[in-house]
């Protein structure tokens, strides 16, 4: 999942990047409104966090832009100080998906992000993945297989989150790279090195291993219960 934040207040933006990376999104930033303008048009993006208060391109007009010139339907989570209700009103008006009143928390900006792109993806019911005995909280970034939290770096976070969203499903090596790395593609052996770092998490108790190598294609996910919560 790529997001980019387009903020010019150097803290919030690094706090936000730490928040959404350490939770399996690739993340991008623009500190102006128009390196943001020209990203948000120019790449593909699973959600925009934009503030409107921006050196050279408000967010109001970025908003505008994205919706009536670019023709993008991105989700954008607006985040700014601005809190009247004409404030909130202008926002939707040009083409926001929901707003978030500065200073906030880290944890709602990821639950509302994640609502945004499950609506955006048609995955409106799944709130909790639950495949076998594993359980993924897709708002709060959380596994745990039995009850038992299970900690992943970010990418093997991601991983999952895929496989777990179409259980029994062959992606290919290039399928998931391209999801994962997005266009900066990584060596031959990377990947191969998140699947393995992902197994021994997931059976670190000595679950039985869910994840299948399907030899000259890729991978999937087996299970014979798979359904969100």
Known sequence: MRVLIIEDDADIATNLYDYLE???????VASDGAMGL???????WDAILLDLSLPGVNGLTICRKLREEARRDTPVLILTAKDTLDDKLQGFIQGADDYLIKPFSLKEVGARLAALIKRYKGQVTQAVLSCADVRFDVSTFTVDRGGRPVKLPPKCLQLLRILMQSPNKVFGRAELEAEVWGEQLPDSDTLRAHVYTLRRALTANGEDDLIETVHGLGYRLVVDNAHPL
Do not use: F, S
Request: proline share 0%; net charge negative; glycine share 14%.
């Open 22 to 28: 350490n939770g399996g999104y690739e993340v991008d």
């Open 38 to 44: 020209h990203l948000a048009v120019t790449q593909h």
